[in-house]
């Protein structure tokens, strides 16, 4: 006996659509905007969510120029870009966009691609506009719709991967092959995204395994690569699982954005916060965070911190005989010849002025404050020449150690600043120890 199978519901797209019906669903229902600029400048073609962002209709849009629909303030920003474009460049940016339907800013990623004609001649452009979010969402839209639509893949401003359950590549957009330094895709396809990436980072590795196991849908990690086996590359990987009926992961799509240059200001950013800007050590605050962890170490492993209060000796007779601009390069020097006095791994401040810090947290006994100390008395009694001239400059240093004293920051910076005094008092250029009634 056949049983009759139930017609698809009426809301259903039916199998076997024409390329045009299709084509006409994505133009009407994609989120991202497109549109194909001719080399005149007009608008040759846009879908539907282009022509939303003027607030008016595709057939207002098509024909008119750019410097039209933008105005000429706004295009004296983007035709150098044109231009670059049009030469056979394919550039990406993001710019802060007025949301024409709720007012709100939004940031968009603007990809800007040379579109060339049946002669391989470049005719226009295709400029492209979505946020990451958007991205994934069309993207895989796109791919669910139809196959053949995969070429625009390659448009993406993001580099796009598909995987099979077991990480193994099936597809990647040009982008890709940029970013990872790839020459030869067609060799790579089937293998490992594993053996492809060079890198020791195993997070991305775990955030692929959950989706595999069907931990979870979707989610973002970011990792470091090496590119022709020298640049590294820091990106952020936004990954997503395809699964079927029964709720197995089949594929694994990865849409990848290059954030190095995020990263290195990031770093620039945490670096300038944590040290002296003169000397290049660290500064006041980032000291006593290094102290404070230190210290915390100490009290659970029952090991010791010594703090190392320093003062130069003869400074302020540079800086008034001199000039400030001697003093400033005395005290880059200072930094270099204490950053070699000291042990490996001992860390050294600015606290201000001409007062600076040691720490020693590691192979501590109650006399390496006073080798060490001495170590650094001997490097900064050494002539230095500034300016053509010969100068000197001495230090004279407090000690504070834990134990016996408290192990609270400023209990010891107390003390040691204390001591320093007293070192001073006793004739300059020496180390004294603080005692426990400081």
């Known amino acids: 006996m056949t049983i009759a199978r139930p017609p698809p519901p009426a809301s259903s797209f039916p199998l076997g659509m024409p390329e045009?019906?299709?084509?006409?669903?994505?133009?009407?229902?994609?989120?991202?905007?497109?549109?194909?600029?001719?080399?005149?400048?007009q608008?040759?073609?846009?879908?539907?969510?282009?022509?939303?962002?003027?607030?008016?209709?595709?057939?207002?849009?098509?024909?008119?120029?750019?410097?039209?629909?933008?105005?000429?303030?706004?295009?004296?920003?983007?035709?150098?870009?044109?231009?670059?474009?049009?030469?056979?460049?394919?550039?990406?940016?993001?710019?802060?966009?007025?949301?024409?339907?709720?007012?709100?800013?939004?940031?968009?990623?603007?990809?800007?691609?040379?579109a060339r004609n049946a002669s391989g001649e470049i005719a226009g452009f295709i400029t492209s506009a979505l946020d990451v979010h958007e991205l994934q969402v069309t993207m895989s839209a796109l791919r669910s719709a139809n196959q053949r639509l995969s070429s625009h893949m390659d448009n993406s401003p993001l580099a796009v991967l598909e995987m099979d359950h077991d990480l193994r590549l099936l597809h990647c957009?040009?982008?890709?092959?940029?970013?990872?330094?790839?020459?030869?895709?067609?060799?790579?396809?089937?293998?490992?995204?594993?053996?492809?990436?060079?890198?020791?980072?195993?997070?991305?590795?775990?955030?692929?395994?959950?989706?595999?196991?069907g931990q979870e849908a979707q989610n973002r990690v970011e990792t470091c690569f090496l590119r022709h086996g020298?640049?590294?590359?820091?990106?952020e990987w936004f990954n997503s699982a395809l699964t079927?009926?029964?709720?197995?992961?089949?594929?694994?799509?990865?849409?990848?954005?290059?954030?190095?240059?995020?990263v290195q200001v990031a770093?620039?950013?945490?670096?300038?916060?944590?040290?002296?800007?003169?000397?290049?050590?660290?500064?006041?605050?980032?000291?006593?965070?290094?102290?404070?962890?230190?210290?915390?170490?100490?009290?659970?492993?029952?090991?010791?911190?010594?703090?190392?209060?320093?003062?130069?000796?003869?400074f302020k007779r540079v800086n008034?005989?001199?000039?400030?601009?001697?003093?400033?390069?005395?005290?880059?020097?200072?930094?270099?010849?204490?950053?070699?006095?000291?042990?490996?791994?001992?860390?050294?401040?600015?606290?201000g002025g001409d007062e600076f810090l040691v720490m020693l947290d590691s192979d501590l006994t109650p006399l390496e404050p006073q080798v060490v100390g001495r170590r650094i008395i001997e490097a900064l009694n050494q002539p230095m020449v500034v300016?053509?001239?010969?100068?000197?400059?001495?230090?004279?240093?407090?000690v504070a150690m834990h134990p016996p004293m408290a192990g609270e920051i400023d209990v010891l910076m107390g003390a040691a600043d204390q001591a320093m005094y007293a070192a001073k008092r006793d004739g300059k250029g020496r180390v004294r120890y603080a005692e426990m009634s400081a």
């Open 244 to 262: 079927d009926a029964q709720g197995m992961t089949t594929s694994i799509m990865a849409l990848v954005q290059d954030v190095s240059d995020r």
């Open 43 to 114: 608008v040759v073609y846009c879908n539907d969510e282009y022509a939303r962002w003027f607030e008016t209709t595709r057939d207002q849009v098509e024909g008119k120029t750019l410097v039209e629909l933008y105005g000429k303030a706004d295009s004296v920003r983007f035709l150098p870009l044109v231009e670059r474009v049009l030469a056979g460049e394919r550039l990406e940016y993001q710019r802060l966009l007025q949301n024409p339907f709720g007012g709100a800013e939004d940031w968009r990623t603007i990809c800007l691609t040379p």
């Open 173 to 213: 957009s040009q982008r890709t092959v940029q970013l990872m330094g790839w020459e030869q895709v067609a060799s790579f396809k089937g293998r490992l995204l594993s053996e492809l990436l060079q890198t020791t980072d195993d997070h991305l590795g775990r955030a692929l395994q959950r989706l595999q196991q």
């Open 230 to 235: 020298d640049t590294q590359v820091h990106a």
């Open 320 to 351: 008034d005989e001199q000039g400030h601009r001697a003093g400033d390069e005395v005290l880059r020097v200072v930094a270099q010849r204490l950053a070699s006095a000291v042990r490996e791994g001992d860390i050294v401040a600015r606290l």
């Open 387 to 398: 300016g053509g001239r010969s100068l000197r400059v001495g230090a004279s240093i407090g």
């Open 267 to 314: 770093r620039q950013q945490q670096y300038v916060a944590n040290h002296d800007a003169l000397t290049g050590l660290y500064n006041r605050s980032a000291f006593h965070e290094q102290l404070g962890t230190s210290l915390a170490l100490a009290k659970s492993a029952g090991s010791g911190v010594a703090l190392l209060f320093i003062d130069l000796d003869g």
């Open 20 to 41: 045009g019906a299709i084509l006409d669903v994505i133009r009407r229902d994609t989120g991202a905007t497109v549109a194909l600029i001719n080399r005149e400048l």
